[in-house]
């Protein structure tokens, strides 16, 4: 039986009527809505299996609900803006670094499936870089009763045990006076292998053999190889005297972790087969006491690498036994150092022995490559300069010289250095006139904005990086604070470095898409003036804020200076690791890292 409408309203059956007339639009939307012919999954998860740590959730449309041990987007939403940004949306499922070392993980140094391939370990090739590949994306777990570090210059002599709960050096060097327990700290009473009557006696000693080396005026910036805990450095900084002080992660536990705790800088790194990451000519001075390397081995290459970094002009201090004993092994390794040191033209300058028996010897590089030229026998041969690549980055060590700058001098007596014109800067007219005005850039900014404007308590701040370092104006405008800044340049950026150390700084170079070499919670302060924008398209801001986070000390500070874009972006990154964030001027991000950690898995 057929029912028209017009029967319908005949018989005014109106109820039916609209329940029919609701029926079709329910179905029209019902169809509507569920048209697959265009897929629009409420997500796209990609969770590429490299990367098992963090699940990236790109939805397509506004999350409806967070899944609890999610981190929700805005959960920290501060009070600089409201607006949305590129990222905005995405949520991240942080989970730990697994295993029982992860509170102390550097994944370059600790990747033991590379270092177990390994052919040879001969030269320390297992104390070399070795990264991960992808990044892991994992966060570090904080060590148990870990506090906010003991605040400098206490913490030269004293830091919370729990910090850093490593005792073998306690125990191994406990005759030498390294580090000692009492109670909840670890105490430094600036012992070391060589330091028999306290380093600042060793410091003094030094100096009464060479006058000339006038610590902290005209040696600034110095290299301290095989530091143990970094005594030698942290007692040199009352004299002006910033010391590079590194040692690789070996069987002297947690030296290095010491040191930055103790707010000493100092850096992972290891003499082995590849040239350290310092451009030429870089130190005014290198110092090894006792620190293990056979300088004349490898066909003396590890030699000609502290040649290759040290100033023309500068000086080498060996303190270590074939210097000042006579054992059939000690000699021979003095013969050997002999031949070597007169082959690349070093003078000894300087021979003694102290009160207790320690001796060291003192050599000094030439200021010119003529007496390379006036040599007997090239050998070992001058570099050809043309097939040196300007930066040290994965570069296997040297078996030649590195030729002299011509027209070479030593730098203007610190401070004075700081702001003067920089030796290696470029001899083009504008160079000049660009460094000074990078360097009052950076003290405007520093004045007006970074100390009183950015809501950071600076008293709380020491151990500083400047992450895209520049000409170092950023770590000349804080040299009036107790603070030390270790400056990077990127390998694939402009080579700077040399300017750095030139001003009296320290640096490094690095890649941003790799890790670095140092422990994690070794930084108060983090800053990054205008990085992301070539690093991103090489790799992935997720990798570099893990870093990042790894790097950082709890309650540490990251200031961001970058294109709108991308601090909207880092901004999300960070909030969804529960930092909290401000955005000054639309041009500024400061972050602070806050004490969470993802739950332990059970
Ligand atoms: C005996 S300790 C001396 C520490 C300190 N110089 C002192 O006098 O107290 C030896 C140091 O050399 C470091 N070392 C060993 N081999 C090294 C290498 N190939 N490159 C750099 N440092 C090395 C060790 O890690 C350790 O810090």
Known sequence: MAISVHNLL???RYPFIAFLFLLILFVAFFILTTNNSQPPPLYHIRQPSSHPSVTKIIPTTPLPEIVSNRTEIGTNRDSDDGDSGEGEGLVYEWKLCPGPLAVDYIPCLDNWKAIKSLKSR????????YCPKPNPRCLIPLPDGYKVPV???????????DNVPHLKLVEYKKEQNWVKRSGDYLLFPGGGTQFKEGVNHYIQYIEKNLPKIGWGKRTRVILDVGCGVASFGGYLLDKNVITMSFAPKDEHEAQIQFALERGIPATLSVIATQKLTFPDNAFDLIHCARCRVHWDGYGGKPLLELNRILRPGGVFIWSATPVYRDDERDKKVWEAMVALTKSICWKVV??????????????????????????????????????????SWYTPLDGCISTIPVANTWPTPWPQRLKSKP???????????????????????????????????WSSVRNVMDMNAGYGGFAAALSDLPVWVMNIVS????NTLPIIFDRGLIGIYHDWCESLNTYPRTYDLLHSSFLFGNLTSRCDMLDIAVEMDRVLRPGGV??????????KKLKHILRSLHWSTNLH?????????????PEKKR
């Open 350 to 391: 300087a021979k003694s022995f102290d009160s207790s028996g320690i001796g060291l010897v003192i050599y000094e590089k030439p200021i010119s490559s003529s007496c390379y030229k006036s040599r007997k026998e090239s050998n070992p041969p001058l570099c050809d300069e043309n097939l040196r690549p300007n930066t």
């Open 585 to 597: 001027q639309q041009r500024f991000l400061v972050g602070r890292k806050s004490f969470w950690r």
């Open 10 to 12: 005949k018989e005014r």
């Open 558 to 567: 990251v200031i961001v200076e970058d294109s709108t874009g991308m601090l």
């Open 122 to 129: 001969r030269h320390m090739e297992h104390r070399e870089r």
């Open 151 to 161: 605040a400098w210059p206490k913490s030269r002599d004293m830091i919370w045990f």
């Open 491 to 494: 390998v694939n950026g402009p």
């Open 423 to 457: 030796l290696s800067l470029s001899t083009d007219p504008d160079a000049e006139l660009a460094f000074y005005e990078d360097t009052k850039h950076w003290s405007e900014l520093v004045t007006n904005v970074y100390i009183g404007g950015l809501g950071v308590n």
